[in-house]
């Protein structure tokens, strides 16, 4: 079973820096493209930034110059640093990639569960 794992989130001051990581795990053949979004409330899920397999990276316009994706593949990990930090991006964040399972060699989205970060003084 292909499961993503999001950790790092929690309350930062404005300006502060915060971290996320998210871990794929099970039976998986390949990992592609990984992405990070976020929900605020009352909004929808938008992409925040995603990375393929290569290291290309996009950022959305609202975080470029503060936030950085970068991925691990021998970990089967995506990373998402933030800093500067504002209260606008209090969301819940969810970890997102393409994977292909073992068991059906066929390319799936998966989600992670989420992780919260509130930006408040």
């Known amino acids: 079973q292909v499961q993503l794992v999001e950790s790092g989130g929690g309350l930062v001051q404005p300006g502060g820096s915060l971290g996320l990581s998210c871990a794929a795990s099970?039976?998986?053949?390949?990992?592609?493209?990984m992405a990070w979004y976020r929900q605020a409330p009352g909004k929808q899920r938008v992409l925040v930034a995603s990375i393929n397999r290569g290291g290309t990276s996009t950022l959305d316009y609202s975080v470029k110059g503060r936030f950085t994706i970068s991925r691990d593949n021998a970990k089967k990990s995506v990373y998402l640093q933030m800093s500067s930090l504002k209260p606008e991006d209090t969301a819940v964040y969810y970890c997102n990639a393409d994977i292909v399972a073992t068991a059906t060699l066929r390319s799936s989205t998966y989600w992670g569960q989420g992780t919260e970060v509130t930006v408040s003084s």
């Open positions: 099970g039976n998986i053949f390949s990992l592609n493209t």
